[in-house]
């Protein structure tokens, strides 16, 4: 595609329960990136990955979350048992650099609502 | 560890007035900085990058590094120019390598008016 596409766009879930939230990076770019924005705290770091494989999960905030990535493309990011502080904007980016970054090219988001 | 400081959560001028949005940052190596803008309803997207010393809408932003500053400036403000201003670093993630991440700043909202 011509840009990241997430999906769904806004998610109103109920506490407790689990989301998955998708992400289709731009073709070719190996690198991926998921990131939380709430307000009045930026932008926070979830999750990275390269390929299939994530080097860095440093970010992800409880064992709830989990995200996997598969055939280097699409990647799933998971919470189980959802939480109301879990409600966010939650962001994918993707990446062609596989060491410094030098642009990432974000998704439109995925604005997740837990009542 | 990496980290971006913004100061600032807002910032409001007029129009044809000076612009600076502070960016302070913490990191051990080398880094790579960045502006990323996001206009309203509009997906986060980059404005700058200190490598390639341009200048973009009339911004530029210079890497201080003995202030370890990376300030986004424009001299002459115009009402399309508000919206959320994050500054990133690109460094090493926490396994090192040859493994980077993208650590923003937490965003100041520039407002011009009229």
């Known amino acids: 595609g011509a840009g990241v596409s997430q999906s769904p766009s806004n998610k109103v879930t109920e506490k407790g329960k689990d989301v998955e939230l998708r992400c289709d990076p731009i073709?070719?770019?190996?690198?991926l990136y998921w990131y939380r924005q709430s307000l009045g705290q930026g932008l926070e770091f979830l999750i990275y990955?390269?390929?299939?494989?994530?080097?860095?999960k440093s970010g992800l905030p409880s064992d709830r979350f989990s995200a996997e990535r598969t055939g280097g493309s699409v990647s799933t990011l998971t919470i189980q048992r959802t939480q109301q502080e879990d409600s966010a904007v939650y962001l994918c980016?993707?990446?062609?650099?596989?060491?410094?970054?030098?642009?990432?090219?974000f998704g439109q988001g995925t604005r997740l609502t837990v009542v | 560890a990496q980290r971006v400081t913004q100061p600032e959560k807002l910032l409001s001028v007029f129009k044809g007035a000076p612009v600076e949005l502070k960016c302070n940052y913490s990191?051990?190596?080398?880094?790579?900085l960045f502006w990323y803008v996001q206009y309203s309803r509009q997906r986060l997207q980059l404005l700058l990058r200190?490598?390639s010393r341009e200048s973009i809408k009339g911004f530029t932003a210079d890497l201080n590094k003995g202030e370890t500053s990376f300030h986004l400036k424009k001299p002459f403000a115009q009402e399309e120019d508000s919206a959320m201003y994050y500054c990133?670093?690109?460094?090493?993630?926490?396994?090192?390598?040859?493994?980077?991440?993208?650590?923003f700043g937490k965003g100041t909202l520039l407002t011009v008016n009229p």
């Open positions: 990191y051990s190596g080398s880094p790579e």
């Open positions: 073709s070719g770019h190996t690198a």
């Open positions: 990133a670093l690109s460094g090493q993630s926490g396994s090192g390598g040859s493994n980077y991440k993208l650590t």
């Open positions: 990955f390269q390929g299939n494989s994530a080097p860095d």
């Open positions: 200190h490598i």
């Open positions: 980016a993707s990446s062609l650099t596989q060491g410094a970054v030098t642009e990432a090219f």
